[in-house]
């Protein structure tokens, strides 16, 4: 199985929001995706709770845990997402050693940016390869980045792992659709659609190394 960990040492940067976009993003083209919850707050959970139809299975579990059942084949799914605690330390370390690749969500604050860099010396000291996603970020104005997002990708860029191309931006679609347990995707078309997909296009590039065709929705 395949894992792709989503980290945020920093509450409220968004890091169950991508969690959730990811696994169902992934499910809508054709993988048997399984989202691990191994945050206690257990939001991912909850937001699936909402879900109508078919969607990713929930595991309810910690990253030691996790780590402990590597080698166990005990799911049907392909593909796992893992939603991270904010704050345990030893349970982003098993997350990340289990993953093929690790998103760091962090907004453009200062203390987002601080939270980072401490995950940043984690990947390095156990060299696991990770990506870094801005999220929550000011819309441009007229073509042009706010001062704040220049600066945080500006310090971004010393921490030693690649910053990914696209931005997740402060849009509603992203809170509306969680508390309708679905996807920007699903919600229909609109830029928060637009940038899940290219997320979603990089990382199973990037992780998995190869594409699949688009599940029916």
Known sequence: ??????IARKGGSGKTTV???LAIAAHRRGYAVQLADTDPQGSSA???KARKGEGPAVLQTTG???H???????TEANLRILDTPA????????????AQVSVLVVRPTFLDLAATLQTAQILRRLRRPGLILLNQAPVPRGGIEPPAVKRALEALRLMQLPVLPMILRSRAAYQTSLALGCSVEELGAGPAADEIAELWDYLERFALGSRRSTAAA
Do not use: C, F, P, Q
């Open 46 to 48: 909850e937001v699936l």
């Open 68 to 74: 402990a059942a590597r080698n166990t084949a005990n």
């Open 1 to 6: 199985m395949k894992n792709i960990a989503v």
């Open 87 to 98: 704050a345990a330390e030893d349970s982003i370390g098993h997350a990340i050693a289990l």
């Open 19 to 21: 969690a959730v976009n």
């Open 64 to 66: 030691e845990a996790l």
